[in-house]
């Protein structure tokens, strides 16, 4: 009997075959907090005197979220998050570097690793075949000094993406698909795992994309193989040595198989206030005014994404209703955009470009809605109050339909803007 | 235990932005100024009604969105004696034992705001002592129990200077 990829990285890490449903304690390869998330973290280590990292190097303390810090208070945390990193050694990802799940996939996590991580889309790591999970605090906290935690093995949901995309749709519209399909609730406790010819041929980038929108169906981990693709992705981030192949077995044990044919996807968009509200982009009527759109996150920051939102924008005039708030996932991803020149055309556009980090998407900052206003926004989720104001109301999809909402005014489709009639 | 309190009824898909909102992030390092607010973005009188004991009762996928435990915590700190719903989110009922809040899965439909509830915890049964029905709720992973009742993780690392949850 095959394993699923939970099975076969848990399994290795508790030196001895798993089984979904079985609870094990494991070492674990990488732990990370953020400005939310870890004083919580150091504070419950300091009450019981453990506060030391068993792993310094990899352990890693991201101020991403409300960075550069808009008030004392969160100074003051930011200070706290500085004074451990120092006494413990353990690593201090600082105001402008990004935000957390992107530098972790770039500079941090390898095949086959455990990651666990005090903020939820911890499991955009699986996009690079580790297992990597987001869990509280405490349990990072724990993590942290003890080097270990626990796990449930989850069941696997085993998705099956087979055919090509068409012009103006991406992996954002695939994933958001999937959980309308599915449910926000859909596969709680279980671990997707991907495969099939699409996602074989699909980026990095995009591969991350899905996986870090894993949680949004209530999972605990999305998991996809690795290949050249993976290679090439920590060759050109200074990291051959820290590939290694993970093959899917063909005959593991899936509690649920879902197969989605690309070729029929179509620009797909969440509309307020769940992420499983979804709507294909065929199927709107309406006029939807939007106000404010925003492009990046650990969900679409990257180059990519960047890359996807310019090729619907090029030539267009900025609808003068719309501010447009561009955000780069990393402080690679911005130099990069840099000196691709992307970053003068947004601006030139009439987009605010801001420090990578998490930017406007947990409402702490910088592009708060107004009473009534409407966001499109490229983030992974658009509960009410997420952008600082319950009165706000945010849709979600790929930068490529954010683009062209900044063009129009209004959801659009951008399928208009990319293919010549 | 035996817990008993009042019921607050809340609907489904329950978030963890509606009840510990990002834009009051910097009063995470400040639980009882942030228990304030508890819920406040759904039911913005809840935090001020609330009273020692009483439980949150929620429909499907409690506890949705952000690994933040400052949610299950300040809950706690508001005197809430359990939550219960249809069904968690993962993160959010880790979080909850982690830091010694119950949280039980049972069918919620039939409980109204304002029930009086009796919830025994070894039992596994909530009495709704307004309707004069018996619940069960499915039982805690052995694991979690033991660290529930250790008093949560913290709690639990110090006793045993590792996890012994097997
Ligand atoms: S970009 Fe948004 S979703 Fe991603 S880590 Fe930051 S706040 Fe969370």
Partial sequence: MGKTLAEKIIGEHAKREVKAGEIVIVPVDVCLTQDGTGPLAIRQLQKIDLEHAKNPQKTVLFLD???????????????????????????????????????????????????????????????????????????????????????RVPETFKIEVTGKFQKGVYPKDLILYLIGLIGADGATYKALEWCGDTIDRMSQSGRLCLANMAVEAGAKAGLFATDDTTREYLEEHKRKKDFRKIDLDNDAEYEREIKIDASQLVPTISFPHTVDNTKRIDDINESIKIDQVFVGTCTNGRLEDLKAALKVIKGKKKHPRVRMIVVPASKK??????????????????????APGCGPCVGVHEGILGDGERCLATMNRNFKGRMGNPEGFIYLASPATAAAAAITGEISDPREFLIKK | ???????????????????????????????????????????????????????????????????????????????????????????????????????????????????????????????????????????????????LNDGGLVEHIKKHGDFKID
């Fill in chain 1, 333 to 354: 991803v911005f130099l990069d955009s840099l000196e691709k020149g992307y970053i003068k055309e947004f601006i030139e556009f009439g987009a605010a470009i801001l």
């Fill in chain 1, 65 to 151: 979220h409300a960075a550069p810090s808009p008030r004392k208070e969160l100074s003051n945390d930011h200070m706290l998050i500085r004074e451990f990193a120092q006494k413990t050694g353990a690593c201090l990802s600082d105001v402008g570097k990004g935000v957390c799940h992107q530098i972790i996939a770039e500079s941090y996590l390898k095949p086959g690793d455990i990651l666990i991580g005090a903020d939820s889309h911890t499991c955009t790591g699986g996009g690079l075949g580790a297992f990597a999970t987001g869990m509280g605090s405490t349990d990072v906290g724990m993590g942290i000094a003890l080097g270990k935690t626990w796990l």
């Fill in chain 2, 1 to 147: 235990m035996i817990l008993k309190g009042k019921a607050w009824k809340f609907g489904d898909d329950i978030s963890t932005d509606l009840i510990a909102p990002g834009r009051l992030f910097h009063l995470r390092s400040n639980l009882p100024e942030l228990a304030k607010h508890v819920l406040e973005d759904a039911d913005p009188s809840f935090a001020q009604k609330v009273q020692k004991g009483d439980f949150v009762v929620g429909g499907k996928n409690f506890g949705l969105g952000s690994s933040r435990e400052h949610a299950p915590t300040i809950i706690k700190l508001a005197g809430v004696s359990a939550v219960l719903a249809k069904s968690f989110a993962r993160i959010f009922y880790r979080n909850s034992i982690n830091v010694g809040l119950p949280v039980l899965i049972c069918d919620t439909d039939k409980i109204d705001l304002g029930d009086q509830l009796e919830a025994d915890l070894e039992k596994g049964k909530i009495k709704d002592l307004t309707k004069n029905i018996i619940l069960d709720f499915t039982p805690l992973p052995g694991a979690m129990i033991k660290i």
